[in-house]
């Protein structure tokens, strides 16, 4: 179910709605991460429906990207100044390339 039900009259007077990521990625469809997606809209009133918009302008289906895996130091490259490690990327980037790591220590 949407957020888009136009008999709820905040959506009316806002014309806009709110399509939870879950319906889409859920869907028969299954969009991956990443998928963009195209809506028209078609407004109603006593007398019928209007004609569909023309298409927007699209949104991406994105999320944070999943955590990475398999975090190692790298032996090889220990020296008395400093240590190195290694990891692995999550299966899924939420739809996008990830652009840095933030790398925390104790």
């Known amino acids: 179910m949407t957020n888009c039900d136009g008999s709820k009259s905040f959506i009316i007077s806002s014309t806009s709605c709110l399509v939870p990521i879950s319906l889409l990625r859920d ?3 299954q969009l ?4 963009s997606i195209y809506a ?22 994105l999320t944070y990207p ?7 130091e790298t032996v090889s490259a220990r020296s ?11 299966v899924a980037d939420g739809g996008t390339p ?6 925390t220590y104790d």
């Open 40 to 61: 028209k809209v078609v407004s109603y009133n006593l007398y019928g429906y209007s004609q569909e918009s023309p298409v927007g302008n699209g949104a991406v289906i």
């Open 27 to 29: 869907s028969v469809y």
């Open 32 to 35: 991956p991460w990443g998928s």
């Open 98 to 103: 990830v652009l840095d790591y933030r790398i």
């Open 66 to 72: 999943d955590r990475p895996l398999n975090v190692v």
């Open 80 to 90: 008395a100044s400093s240590i190195s490690f290694t990891w692995q990327n999550g």
